[in-house]
């Protein structure tokens, strides 16, 4: 099968503002660390993985830890995110869901398999791993399962300060476990949406599962 997933990325090193990985580490250190249930709709784990266990900043801690990163996604990255989009693209108007981060302690975490909602997703990678962490996407939309996802597969190394974009609406994806049990994997997952696949398209199951709303 050829492989159709692509992505592009940005390497901001020189841009992103002096000392912002200490920043963001110690904003990880917030993290709200469990097993979580897999996520309705969107998650793609096998049937009989029924929790992953992961860490997550929460937006509104972002915003409240990193509010140059807040500003960043709705003005810089959002510039750069329309480079790379054939139609306008906007930041989310809901709080919940515009940045939050994703945190791996340890060898004993993932991020569950799951599609995307959103029709353009863009990843502040904020740590480097020689080996383990990647990010990895299924070339085959039916993939179901870290297995079959790795069966075919395009793999991305995380190198802090790169920032990529991709549309992972119909590409099962999940992020591998460290291998070392004094590493921390931190990326800021940034939604947007654009013309044609507007926020008010998010399934409104995610939010109710996510936030609890009605
Ligand atoms: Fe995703």
């Excluded at 901001?12 to 709709?41: C, H, I, K, S, Y």
């Excluded at 266990?53 to 959002?78: F, I």
């Excluded at 991305?156 to 476990?177: E, K, M, T």
């Excluded at 994997?185 to 995610?206: D, G, H, Q, W």
Aim: hydrophobic share 40%; aromatic share 8%.
């Amino acid at each position: 099968m050829l492989p159709t997933f692509r992505w592009t990325t940005f390497d901001l090193n020189n841009w992103l503002p002096p000392g912002w990985q200490q920043d963001v580490a110690a904003a990880a250190e917030a993290a709200d660390v469990r097993a979580f249930p897999r996520t309705p709709v969107i998650s793609r784990e096998s049937q009989e993985v029924q929790e992953i266990a992961r860490g997550r900043v929460h937006a509104d801690q972002v915003s409240h830890h990193l509010p140059w990163l807040v500003k960043a996604y709705r003005n810089e990255l959002l510039e750069l995110a329309s480079e790379v989009s054939s139609e306008p693209v906007r930041a989310a108007e809901d709080d919940r869901y515009g940045v939050v981060l994703n945190v791996q302690r340890g060898a004993g975490m993932r991020f569950e398999c799951h599609v995307d909602s959103n029709p353009l997703t863009g990843l502040l990678f904020c740590t480097d791993h020689a080996a383990g962490g990647e990010l990895v996407i299924a070339n085959d939309h039916e993939a179901r399962g870290v297995a079959e996802v790795d069966r075919n597969c395009s793999v991305i190394r995380p190198h802090a300060g790169h920032l990529i974009f991709f549309d992972a609406r119909q590409y099962p994806h999940y992020a591998r476990v460290l291998t070392a049990e004094s590493e921390t994997r931190i990326v800021a997952v940034m939604n947007f949406y654009t013309k044609s696949c507007p926020e008010s398209t998010r399934p409104r199951e995610l939010n109710k599962h996510l936030y609890g709303d009605n």
